[in-house]
């Protein structure tokens, strides 16, 4: 993995070649932005070149920045914001996070609550308590409808913005239909991406949520580790809970499916260099072949473990590229039935900076702020290309309603199907 300060020098670089240099601070970071997007994109939207999204956006741009010569990065982030929505590319991403300590493992440079929210009537809904993290240690549970903040409506700016310090704040919450207030301290979190077997599940089952697939070499082995547990403690069914899990690492990804398959493997195509390369999971590491046939290693796994028993996947229409790997992957081999919504639908792309390396993952630009562009498409080894969305077996729309009753119908589908009570 590359660090951060060569991925900042080649940004510098490529502004001053490809964009107005000596510009304001906001045009440059426009400039680098348009152009990673415009050249390496390689994503089922219809992209035009780098020229051309500087020609349709820039208007933006000009009027939020005015007369201003000196004008900052921070107005340009919006601008780059529109841009990326308006690809509908879910692995197209601006994240708003220093990359050194995601794939480290860690959250946000400023404090957070650690909660995943969907709008809902008279408040937010938490789909999502982070693992280990303030909310879930205070006692938010997935159901919560968080009414207010401190007295005021809850609003989710205030729950995820850098404005939050880290003072205690007051949550008045709703869970199936009680109230209840809930103090919660937001703090700078050191270590989240933390797959976590989940408590009060029914007997000889295990239920495993993943979170997201950023922390290089511990997403996948925190999986294992569990895998073993289950296996020592003779169960006969997981759950692997994939609603809500972000993007991350394919390499994590890939060695998570491992723990439920013997074979794993994925062929990556770049437009870019119009070339492939393959990696397979042999024993207890993945190995990167290119098309000459040179072998590398690429990621591995201290102590793997094989789950033989029962296994039911849960994906949602915000399970994104790594959880959609997984789940394509099982569900590809016949290993596991799926269950839930259809999916983001990026999980047949994958990104990267390709003169720099193809396991970046994305790009730095000028201003610290990290951006996801997909350049690559993923095939499956026998060459059919890897489906952007996965379609579960089962389909069960998430309902909201019936989430803040504190009721969960795609989890309880899958303790039927498995038998379990």
């Known amino acids: 993995m590359q660090k951060k300060a060569v991925l900042l020098a080649l940004a510098t670089a490529t502004?001053?070649?490809?964009?107005?240099?000596?510009?304001?601070?906001?045009?440059?970071?426009?400039?680098?932005?348009?152009?990673?997007v415009g050249f390496y994109y390689s994503g089922p939207a219809k992209v035009a070149n780098f020229r051309e999204l500087r020609k349709t956006?820039?208007?933006?741009?000009?009027?939020?920045?005015?007369?201003?010569?000196?004008?900052?990065?921070?107005?340009a982030v919006p601008v780059i914001q529109k841009i990326i929505s308006d690809l509908k590319d879910p692995f197209v991403e601006l994240?708003?996070?220093?990359?050194?300590?995601?794939?480290?493992?860690?959250?946000?440079?400023?404090?957070?609550?650690?909660?995943?929210?969907?709008?809902?009537t008279g408040g937010l809904l938490v789909a999502r308590a982070n693992n280990g993290e303030p909310a879930m240690l205070a006692g938010v549970q997935r159901g919560d409808v968080i009414k207010t903040v401190n007295g005021k409506p809850a609003t989710l700016e205030v729950l995820t913005g850098a404005e939050l310090d880290a003072k205690p704040i007051t949550l008045e919450v709703m869970r199936a239909g009680t109230a209840q207030k809930i103090d919660v301290t937001p703090a700078v979190v050191e270590e989240v991406s933390r797959p976590f077997a989940v408590p009060n599940t029914p007997k000889n089952t295990m239920v495993i949520r993943i979170q997201d697939f950023y922390w290089a070499d511990n997403v996948a082995s925190r999986v294992h580790t569990l895998v073993r547990k289950a296996n020592n403690?003779?169960?006969?069914?997981?759950?692997?809970?994939?609603?809500?899990?972000?993007?991350?690492?394919?390499?994590?990804?890939?060695?998570?499916?491992?723990?439920?398959?013997?074979?794993?493997?994925?062929?990556?195509?770049n437009r870019f260099f119009k070339s492939s390369r393959t990696f397979t999971v042999q024993a207890n590491?993945?190995?990167?072949?290119?098309?000459?046939?040179?072998?590398?290693?690429?990621?591995?796994?201290?102590?793997?473990?094989?789950?033989?028993?029962?296994?039911?996947?849960?994906?949602?229409?915000?399970?994104?590229?790594?959880?959609?790997?997984?789940?394509?992957?099982?569900?590809?081999?016949?290993?596991?039935?799926?269950?839930?919504?259809?999916?983001?639908?990026?999980?047949?792309v994958s990104g990267g900076l390709p003169s720099l390396d193809f396991d970046v993952g994305g790009t730095a630009l000028a201003n610290g702020l990290f951006i996801n562009v997909s350049n690559d498409r993923i095939v499956a080894l026998n060459g059919t290309p890897f489906p952007m969305a996965v379609t579960p077996d089962v389909s069960i729309p998430e309902d909201l309603a019936m989430l803040a009753a504190g009721k969960d119908p795609a989890l309880e589908k899958a303790y039927s199907i498995l038998g379990a009570k």
Not at 57 to 66: E, F, I, K, T, V
Not at 312 to 332: D, M, P
Request: overall charge negative.
């Open 15 to 36: 502004t001053s070649v490809f964009g107005a240099a000596f510009a304001s601070p906001a045009q440059d970071l426009f400039d680098q932005a348009t152009f990673y």
């Open 57 to 75: 956006y820039q208007p933006q741009l000009d009027q939020a920045c005015g007369t201003d010569a000196k004008c900052g990065y921070e107005k």
């Open 95 to 120: 994240i708003n996070s220093d990359f050194d300590r995601f794939t480290s493992g860690k959250g946000s440079p400023n404090p957070v609550i650690g909660v995943q929210t969907r709008a809902y």
């Open 233 to 269: 403690d003779s169960l006969k069914n997981i759950v692997l809970d994939l609603r809500d899990s972000g993007t991350g690492f394919d390499s994590e990804a890939m060695l998570t499916a491992r723990a439920f398959m013997e074979s794993v493997g994925l062929k990556y195509q």
């Open 285 to 348: 590491q993945i190995v990167r072949e290119d098309e000459a046939g040179n072998k590398s290693p690429s990621g591995q796994l201290d102590k793997p473990q094989l789950w033989k028993g029962n296994l039911v996947v849960l994906v949602n229409k915000y399970t994104v590229h790594g959880g959609e790997i997984v789940a394509q992957l099982l569900q590809n081999a016949k290993r596991a039935q799926i269950v839930g919504d259809v999916t983001a639908g990026a999980g047949g």
